[in-house]
């Protein structure tokens, strides 16, 4: 029977268009949480500008060495002849700026502070990415094995994290380099290509735990969503679950903790080079620069710049990453 | 004029996405000693009106527009403090979530005793004896014990009553209960039913009884309320929404639910479609796209907004039908539908 | 219904989840979620599961789905014993035997389109269709109601009453036997949870479905379901077919039940004689021995305390687990005296 | 000189008594005296960046220490308190008169001055001096004190030190006949025996109280102070009057404040401020300030007057060893000396007040026998691209070569070097790479490290050497014998094996005759050179600066620093 | 409870062991196997004139050729029963935990340890007072203020305390404030608080201000996350309906419920700032145990290195544990077990 109530048969009743409110009608292909954060991101101006500078500063680093030297700078010149030799500071007023060397130079050697700053950027934002890199897929990795299988597993890989976590890092940072640098030659790997990757090793080997952790308490919360019991229930292999259920649902929080781990890990690879142990010279690191800057403070300008240069990538990946996040959760939806 | 009375209230919320109109134009009055349902689909403005009367809006980004009028006072224009001195010792609430409405941190006797102390100037002790024997008075046993007790160390049930004493310790001459017994089972919804009616027989307060469940306002309430979209669209007593609904909304309701007192029906009878979003009311009438009557409305279904008129049995209806034409089609196609099979 | 073999039958099924405790995480106890059940479903029935809060319905469900290893009992699905197989082996089973979920927000991951929510089974069980499975999924979601071109959407863009539907298209996708539906409404608004009632209904008319449909609201069960089971803490207390369940039940417990569910029927208020349970459902760590029910029963006697009564067949097709049933037939009582209310 | 100078100057009149101190850029280097005073009393103020290897005389080998060790402990002899070339002299301390030679220059006998009393009151007798020698024999002990004693006297066979040998006869080495003669036996003639017996390992230590290792927590005091309560390594400490310490015994020390504080392990930047306000007297290392204090002090008239530069017996150079390619080639090896940059070095190592002079060969200028010898005059001292391209050519490199250059990581003055010569020695096309090494096992395992070198291509390696003492020998030996080299490391000669230049040093060592001494040291120096194994850097100089308020300043050859044992302070 | 402790205390111990092995092993085995031998270990041990004879005598005092197992053994026992040593003439015990003797000052590590403790616990302890005092503070009013100007300043500070690295704002404001204004104490001018407090207290401000300014900006986020997400909590809600006042409402309910995940970092930040102040007392050369861990590690100082990686994680694994505890005592929901 049919009751004008019964609004014939059950098609009828489908509505989506009255929930996508506001999208036009053609638009057929739905937006994606990734595309709808990437739209919120679009509106939260602070973090764009984060954006674009993390922008900058990536095309600066890869492509800037090239550009400064076609301008005609060279970080690993010696300007001696503009040191005073007695004070073996920068002759003329702030650090010795002019147009040949707009941040002014370098004490004892002369060597020109903006080209360092530019080439500086390379490695520093090398080692953080890489780093990154790292810790990411190794606490992913772990952190998603054991927020899955759980069990005995789950208990080995936290309290390994407990145990990485427990150890003075910078402490341990500091004797591997150490160590391990000092071998170079058994190694057969050239100077700084086994520093940089030693570096990236170690920063990125010390840092999964806490991005594991995340990751571990991010599968554990969707382990118990029910998409899960719904694919397990159509037959659906651990792999399948792990890759293609739980792995869309971990991006986010990977990507944003990335974009929070990048800047920290800069701090880092800066903090090991003020502690002697960062990329062999004359190479620029940022934290290397600053970290001879500490030996001149009396001369301020030499500290400011690679401080800046610190300072605003640390900060532009720090707001877009604080955006990412903004944009990423559900609540704020 | 009435205990309560709310004329025109409308509270609307700007976000980014537009302007949200959760509660628009709604009127009702309240007696003492009488309950009023209010019944709606998720998302009507039920929350949001109760929270409205108690002043839980002041200080939020909420517009409120209207008048609330307690007890012979203006509500809306009313100092935020003024209206905080009222709120738990004139009117009080109960809210849905016994387990996320009380702090987890605190004794279930803290947060009675805190409310007590609020409105009574009593030492601490005074104040625990007095909450022992609210917990007592809401059946909770041995509650010289169980006022020390944490809210997860209760059942739901005994939450539930808990979250009673303490909206009752005060003696509201107002109670509002939003959805008191949605997270419980049905025994425990039947024993909270049960407790409610006896204590607002015993206190003699008026009570608005916030729910989506038809069958537990035809419990308790003298007067219902229908809500849609923010508005109201039929108001009246028990007796002329049970028996004699009009408006093509409550009978989607009374059509879709399945009914333990009738032989079983081969079919429900729901409403198409789902709830609008409260930023884009359809224009109109906001239940023209879900209403199969839209053709008898004279095209002004999607165009005018209709009045909130009186019927001719005395209630109030939201509709362009005819009178005669939605009289004549309840008692003619609703409502054998409903019972017949 | 019809004699015929079973197409899923359960006998004395158990699921004892351990409580661990200490550095070597040595059990100390058990929740008994599921202690002991037993029943069958036919081909094109639809079996009711109902009971309150914690009282192992979806447990029961998700043993039946091999979603848990069952502690203890045996699962027979079309004649095979699936109790413990294994996964591998199970996977091309589970074509035949699929699950609806409760929840309409978690159940679909918010990553995956539509389609690929949808097509998933496809992709899973590796099967190839003669049109592509895009066209596949369209069709089945032009079945459940939505709209075909909403393929490539995502469940966030979707109501309630929509999310529920897509994954009822999911479970449809491989044309399966049975369907285990867990609370396939309660998440829901009532005018939502009769269309999508309506859909189940019409879903199993016309593709020849067998159902267990897990419910809290008795009367959603009664509304679908040919037979009904009641379950209390782990254990069915009652089964019978939905007319002698719902006009004349037996066990106490279900009568209490019956009689707790709110009326949408203001006159039901003062004409109906209500039982009412006092306290809450006990803890399934520590169920009562023997009769689990005694602790509330207001008829129980010492033998409910020492003596576990069986669920025996009191009527035709109507079993019942009590030692003083009710509203039995003529046929005299087994043991102890009858009592009828 | 400013208006601080006055104020000064006024405070050591008001209380000094004595005429105003001017102050003045090197007022207490080259044989000046700063405010000189006899005035006693108050309190000196020492800072260390940080700390002692050990404050036990048989364990310590920094220069400082001994400069400080002086004011707790004596020695049988000692560096004449007094500025300048003066200072360089050595004169008799505990023992009555300087060694008296016997048998062919192969023993020497002391006899100690009467009325010699430790702090504790008891005499000091020839058996405390013997017992301080041989316990300092004991390396396993004492690993970081000078083993000249070891290497010279003649112990018998398998002696290993009082602690692990006590009963074993050490008379082939010393003795002690009576309670004021010790008697020295060395296994070859020996000239400088009285430069040997200034250094600490001959300060007496009474057997009763030696606790080994824990001994440099209190060193029983034989000087004018002594430790107040315990001074163990890394804190600081302080040293007051020893009432048993007589005067009379004791010409060396005017000890004129009644009491001195140490900080130890204070930041050297830090350090150089408070000594700039006045918070401490003296940078106790001596080392000179820091880069960072330069730019402010020489800029600053006022500060810079405050200021002394003495030049140190102390080369900074370059080693080239002639073990890796193309570096075997003495071609190649003068392409190196032509194309460095050596004002770039004098920059890298601190320019020409705190880094040094320009050095073109190696004994410095401090030595006796020093002769400049220019075999490698380059304009300028800039280098000279042309000359180092003929020698690469004439080498058969004449695109030039890559090489690795070694330096102490620790050290950003070596690091500074090596970049700057990785960029002079760039304009020929010898392209160099930076290998820092940690400086704990720089020589034993690294640079020092023949195997290490070769296998590394370690083509240069910054070095430097200051003389234990001041003569040919303190300086030259230990990085020119070629016999010193050992295959398992730990040599600080890196490059240099010229049998010549053994045969002369031989020769040297048995010279009696001073002056023919030196001329034979500056012949050594000259063959070094024209075999191109060491690229001389810096004569090293340092910028010191005078605390505010201290009296009787000067600078001693033999310390190159300010002479602790005689300053004083005045006091407010 | 007591049983959870004792439970989490023995799983501390292990969690130790395996930390101090782990140390061991990268000090004893890493050198070992990119060629290091006994006796090029024990050169930094020795003075620049040794022998090869006194290298392999120092090598065999220190223990250098017994193998990994041995050599860790008798760290262990050294902890857990004391150990004797040889100061030449005598022999010393050393009591328990003995972490053995400096290689390089011949001193036992645990008194040096227990020595520059105070300076690193006064200058956690005193940073931490005033980020969590400010932090909380400024969380609370800018999550009350929330899009407000305040907010917005507040919140970008706080990203600008985070970015800024510790050593040149170290470095920086002891170049101003310091050297520059003369109103704070210059470096390294640490005085004991048993010797004066008043100078305790002035020597150590700047640090203390300077990395409070680093952990303020994440107590300052977190507080202000957690106070916005509590602050739309039901139970606020139902304590505004009880009819309190909104002051009590925000600190008794609101922060209170915020507490929580404050409480839990503070206990875990405290915990890894002991052991790792490294980089803040390196700049304001404070002798506290980071720069010890430095210097032992320049030094290739075994028995410092493991003495001063044994207490740093002891404090962060005592640190869990209280905080656990912690967590239970501030949320009763938190059963323990
Ligand atoms: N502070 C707010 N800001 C913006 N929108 C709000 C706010 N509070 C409520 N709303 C909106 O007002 C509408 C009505 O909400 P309300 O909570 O009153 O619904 P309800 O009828 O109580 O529904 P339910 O049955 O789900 O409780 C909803 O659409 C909700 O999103
Ligand atoms: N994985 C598990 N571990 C331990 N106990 C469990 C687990 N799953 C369920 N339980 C317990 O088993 C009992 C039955 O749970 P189940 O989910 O089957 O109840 P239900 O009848 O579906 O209740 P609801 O109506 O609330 O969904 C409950 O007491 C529950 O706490
Ligand atoms: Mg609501
Ligand atoms: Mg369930």
Known sequence: MATPLDAQGTTAEAQPEAIVSGVDKKAIQGRSLGQIAWMRLKRDKVAMTGGAVIVFLILMAIFGPMVIRAMGFDPLEFHQDLIDPSTLAPKGTFGGMSIEHPFGIEPVNGRDIFSRIVEGAWISLLIAFLSTLLSVVIGTILGMTAGYVGGWVDTLISRTMDIFLAFPLLVFAIALVGVVSQFEADLDIKGNTLRIALLIFIIGFFNWPYIGRIIRGQTLSLREREFVDASRSLGATPWYIVFRELLPNLIAPILVYSTLLIPSNILFEAALSFLGVGVSPPTPTWGGMLSEAVKFYTMPHFALYPGLAIFITVLAFNLFGDGLRDAFDPKAR | MSFLEVKDLRIHFPTDDGLVKSVDGLSFSLERGKTLGIVGESGSGKSVTSLGILGLHKGGNAR???????????????????????????????????????????????????????????????????????????????????????????????????????????????????EPTTALDVTVQAQILDLMRDLQREFNSALIIITHDLGVVAELSDDILVMYAGKCVEYGTAQDIFYRPEHPYTWGLLGSMPRLDREPTERLLPIKGSPPSLINVPPGCAFHPRCPYLDRTDGKGDTVVPELVPTERGHLVRCHMPAEERRSLWENEIKPALETQ | MNPQEPLLSVTDLQKHFPVTKGLFKRQVGAVKAVDGISFEVFKGETLGLVGESGCGKSTTGRLVTRLLEPTGGKIVFEGQDITHMSQSRLRPLRRDMQMIFQDPYSSLNPRHTVGAIVGAPFRIQGIKTEQGIKKEVQDILAMVGLNPEHYNRYPHEFSGGQRQRIGIARTLALKPKLIIADEPVSALDVSIQAQVVNLLEDLQNELDLTYVVIAHDLSVVRHISDRVAVMYLGKIVEIGDRKSLYSSPMHPYTNALLSAVPIPDPAARTERERIRLVGDVPSPLNPPPACRFHTRCWKAQEICKTVEPPLEELASGHRVACHFPENTPAVPAPAGDAVTA | GGPTQTQTGGTGQQTGGQAAAQDAFNAANSGKVFNPSTKKGGTLKFANSGDWDSLDPANTYYGYAWNFGRLYYRTLTVYKTAPGAEGNEVVPDLAESLGKPSDGGKTYTYTLKQGLKFEDGTPITSKDVAYGVMRSFDKETFPNGPTYLNDLLDWPKD?????????????????????????????????????????????????????????????????????????????????????????????????????????????????????????????????????????????????????????????????????????????????????????????????????????????????????????????????????????????????????????????????????????????????????????????????????????????????????????????????????????????????????????????????????????????????????????????????????????????????????????????? | MITFIIRRLLASVLMLVIVSMVTFAIFFLVPRLVGATPETIATRYVGRTATAETVKDVASKLGFYDPFIVQYGRFLKGVVAGADYSTGPSVEYCAPPCFGYSFLTQRPVWPEILDRFPVTFSLAIGAALIWLLSGVAVGVLSALRKGSLFDRAAMGVALAGVSLPIFWTGLMSLVIFSYGLHITAPGGSYVPINVNPGQWAYSLLLPWITLALLFAAGYARLTRAGMLETMNEDYIRTARAKGLRERVVVTKHGLRGALTPIVTIFGLDLGLLLGGAVLTETAFSLPGLGRYAIQAITDNDLPKVMGVTMVAAFFVVMANLIVDVLYAVVDPRVRLG
Not at chain 4, 183 to 210: G, R
Request: hydrophobic share 35%.
């Open chain 4, 159 to 572: 002696y290993k030190g009082p602690y692990k040998t006590p009963d074993m006869d050490v008379s082939s080495a010393i003795e002690t006949p009576d309670d004021r003669t010790i008697v020295f036996h060395f296994k070859q003639p020996f000239a400088s025996v009285d430069y040997l017996m200034q250094m600490s390992p001959t300060a007496p230590v009474p057997k009763a109280k030696d606790t080994g290792t824990k001994y440099r927590e209190h060193v029983i005091s034989s000087g004018p102070y002594m430790f107040e309560g315990e001074a163990p390594a890394g804190k600081n400490f302080a040293l007051v009057r020893n009432p048993h310490w007589d005067p009379a015994t004791d010409p060396n020390r005017p000890a004129l404040p009644d009491r001195i504080e140490v900080s130890v392990n204070v930041e050297a930047n830090d350090l150089d401020n408070r000594l700039i306000n006045g918070d401490i007297h003296i940078d106790i290392a001596g080392s000179g300030m820091q880069p960072a204090s330069l730019s402010k002090v020489l800029t600053d008239p006022a500060l810079k007057a405050r200021t002394d530069n003495p030049t140190l017996s102390r080369l900074w150079y370059v080693s080239i060893p002639t073990t890796v390619k193309p570096l075997d080639n003495i071609e190649c090896r003068k392409a190196v000396m032509y194309a460095a940059d050596l004002t770039g070095y004098q920059t890298a190592y601190g320019g020409p007040v705190n880094g040094g002079d320009i050095a073109t060969n190696l004994l410095p200028p401090t030595i006796p026998g020093h002769k400049k010898i220019e075999l490698y005059q380059t304009p300028g001292y800039k280098g000279d691209v042309e000359k180092a391209k003929q020698h690469l050519q004439a080498c058969g490199q004449p695109n030039g070569f890559e090489t690795n250059i070694a330096y102490r990581a620790e050290r950003p003055k070596e690091k500074a070097t090596a970049e700057s010569l990785q960029q002079s020695l760039a304009r020929v096309g010898i392209k160099l790479t930076l290998k820092p090494y940690p400086q704990g096992e720089y020589f034993a395992q690294y640079a020092g490290n023949p195997k290490f070198v070769r296998e590394n291509n370690i083509g240069l390696a910054v070095n430097g050497w200051g003389s234990d003492w001041n003569d040919g020998y303190g300086f030259l030996q230990q990085i020119v014998d070629s016999r010193v080299i050992r295959e398992t490391g730990g040599s600080s000669n890196i490059s240099v094996r010229i049998p010549d230049v053994d045969k002369l040093l031989d020769q040297a060592a048995s010279e009696t005759d001073a002056a023919k001494r030196e001329a034979i040291w500056s012949q050594i120096d000259q063959r070094v050179m024209e075999e191109a194994v060491v690229l001389p850097g810096v004569w090293a100089k340092s910028l010191l600066m005078r605390g505010k308020g201290l009296t009787n300043v000067f600078i001693s050859d033999s310390q190159q620093m300010y002479d602790y044992v005689a300053l004083g302070v005045a006091q407010p």
């Open chain 2, 64 to 178: 409120i527009g209207g008048e609330i009028w307690l007890d012979g006072e203006e509500l809306v224009g009313a100092s935020a403090e003024h209206v905080r001195g009222l709120r738990g010792k004139k009117m009080a609430m109960i809210f849905q979530d016994p387990l996320s409405a009380m702090h987890p941190y605190y004794t279930v006797g803290d947060q009675i005793i805190e409310a007590y102390r609020i409105h009574h100037d009593v030492t601490k002790k005074v104040a625990r004896k007095h909450a022992i024997d609210m917990l007592a008075r809401v059946g909770i046993p041995q509650p010289d014990r169980r006022v020390d007790d944490y809210p997860h160390q209760f059942s739901g049930g005994m939450r539930q009553r808990a979250m009673i004493a303490m909206a009752l310790s005060c003696d509201p001459e107002l109670l509002i209960a939003d």
